[in-house]
């Protein structure tokens, strides 16, 4: 058994599970990498293989120091396998099997239900990465691009993670999984990714902070529901992933806000007091405030269905089989078990949203789906709303309705506003776009994508960050495009 702080980067694979001890699973890694490295170059950032990016890579799993920052060529990146540390003695905390030892094998009656999980899992990790592919292209400048391209590696580092955990634990099944993770593609008629959001496309940048705001949240909760799993492989894996994650959240929440800063100091500069003055706005080269709404109005509308159906039978059963907890599972006060418990989720009755009291172990999507909510909104209040505020503009990006504009669940049946209200078919078709971006307003967005490779230079629709990634200057060449 390998020391877990310890991380040996000597081989291929920087790893800390002890790959050298266990010549089978190296392997059938090693085979496992030229057809990753292959799916990198297809279907991984377009063009910049060659050119040096300023990248952090993980070398440690301690909390303090667990990355190191250098150029390297992405194709070379150093792809690991990483867990975090064991908790000693962890025991299961939830479902059936609460207060029993986590499991260091499989158990065989959950086999196919683990796998499944841990499919979907990693099925999300490499369809990011093809659904960001072109965004090099445009670039606002070198810093955003470095961060772009930060986000892609460890993304891929995440389906490295999962394949880990199936080729290690699921045999040849795990394998057959593994080479169908890298055969899926994003947005793919015949063999699409397995979840609808990962299908859609991110064609400019607006969409990328949005989507790393949205979806990459959606995955954090997933990942702390996971890593609640008495199967303890799956939940060190998934506590070490939250740490690279909340970069990508970072990547998000500060890109929109730089977009908002920069279009209210345009306003002001240009004396518009008005923000839904869309014409005037827009002439300035900025994105106003309106657009940025319809835009998160989608993208957090396509995330919800990510969490599925309120009530379902397949969240009952991982949560039973203590394969995935709630949110802060370890940090809830009641029994673990839930099986007198009740939770109330918003269900359609009678052509109307209202709150009905369900079991609350088939509402457990629904209960993650809520949290996801409130941590959503307090990110909006805090990194988009305030400096609308500052800037002393009426005007609020607000979440729409969880009735809004869904294709799965309770309301996909119907449509509604943002505000919730019901709205006849030919009513929403009607005013659809003021809901959601047209495609006037993607046009206009995709004007404004220009690449901008200047040191220290910003497009002119986004404001530079307040700090530099790693304490570098606002000069500094993040990706060096010469050689
Ligand atoms: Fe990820
Ligand atoms: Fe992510």
Partial sequence: ?????????????????????????????????????????DRGPEG???NLVYLRTAVSVEPEGWAKFGFVRMPEYRWGILLAPAVEDRKIGFGTHKGEPAWQEVPGEYRAMLRR??????????????????????????YDLRNLFQVNVEEARHLWAMVYLLQKYFGRDGREEAEELLSRRS?????PRLLGAFNEATPDWLSFFMFTFFTDRDGKMQLHALSQSGFDPLSRTCRFMLTEEAHHMFVGQ???????????????????????????????????????????????????????????TNAANAFNASLKGRYLEDQIDDDHQLLNATYPVLRLKDGRAMKEGVPALSALNMRLR????????????????????RAGFDFR????????????GEFSAIHADPDGN????????????????????????????????????FASWIAPPRAGIDGMPGNFEYVKLAG
């Fill in 397 to 408: 990006i607000s979440l729409p309705h969880v009735a809004f504009n869904r294709r799965i």
């Fill in 1 to 41: 058994m390998s020391d877990a702080t310890t991380v040996d980067y000597d081989g291929m694979i920087p790893n800390n599970v002890g790959l050298n001890a266990d010549p089978r699973l190296r392997r059938a890694l090693e085979r496992w990498h030229p057809g990753y490295l292959d799916w990198w170059r």
């Fill in 117 to 142: 999980l841990i499919v979907v899992q990693g099925d999300t990790e490499p369809a990011s990465v093809e659904q960001q592919r072109h965004l090099g292209a445009t670039a606002p400048s070198l």
């Fill in 422 to 457: 019901m709205l006849r078919t030919e009513e929403w078709q009607r005013r659809r776009d003021a809901f959601l971006p047209t495609i006037e307003d993607n046009f206009f967005i995709e004007s404004l994508m220009r690449q901008v490779t200047e040191r220290g230079a």
């Fill in 48 to 50: 910049f293989q060659e």
């Fill in 254 to 312: 500060s890109g929109v806000g730089r977009i908002i800063e920069r279009t209210c100091a345009a306003m002001r500069e240009a004396g518009i007091d008005d923000p839904t003055d869309i014409e005037r706005v827009r002439a300035l080269g900025v994105v106003d405030l309106p657009t940025m709404q319809k835009k998160a109005n989608l993208h957090f509308s396509l995330t919800l269905d990510l969490f599925g159906s309120e009530i379902s």
């Fill in 370 to 389: 809520d949290d996801y909510i409130a941590d959503a909104s307090s990110a909006i209040e805090r990194w988009w709303n305030r400096i609308i505020a």
């Fill in 187 to 191: 947005g793919d008629r015949d063999s």
